[in-house]
């Protein structure tokens, strides 16, 4: 069965790092684009970072661009969200999802979900 668990997320102050996972289970991330989204409360989902198939190219939403990283670990079927110099306005849930066409991370084309999970930053 296709599953997506992240994990990582937790509370910490401003300025301070994070690196949250999206492990994959019942098929092999590579062959898929991968996005991090998140939804804070009150707000609509946004679009975070992705990664496309099958060359990893990457993108940023503007407002982590220079301050997140997303990498990808095919060996540990894993994605990972570096996230530095985070603010308080970066406190959501995070959540990973995949399309297996495609070659960006539209919320309304992705095929598969995960749960999230909580980043808090406050001090």
């Known amino acids: 069965q296709l599953q997506l668990v992240e994990s990582g997320g937790g509370l910490v102050q401003p300025g301070g790092s994070l690196r949250l996972a999206c492990a994959a289970s019942g098929f092999t991330l590579d062959a898929y684009t991968i996005g991090w989204f998140r939804q804070a409360p009150g707000k609509e989902r946004e679009g975070v970072s992705c990664i496309s198939r099958p060359e990893g190219g990457t993108s940023y939403a503007g407002f982590v661009k220079g301050r997140f990283t997303i990498s990808r670990d095919n060996a540990k079927n894993t994605v990972y969200l570096q996230m530095n110099s985070l603010k308080p306005e970066d406190t959501a849930v995070y959540i990973c999802?995949?399309?297996?066409?495609?070659?960006?991370?539209?919320?309304?084309?992705?095929?598969?979900w995960g749960k999230g999970t909580l980043v808090t930053v406050s001090s």
């Open positions: 999802a995949v399309r297996r066409s495609g070659y960006v991370c539209y919320a309304g084309d992705m095929d598969y």
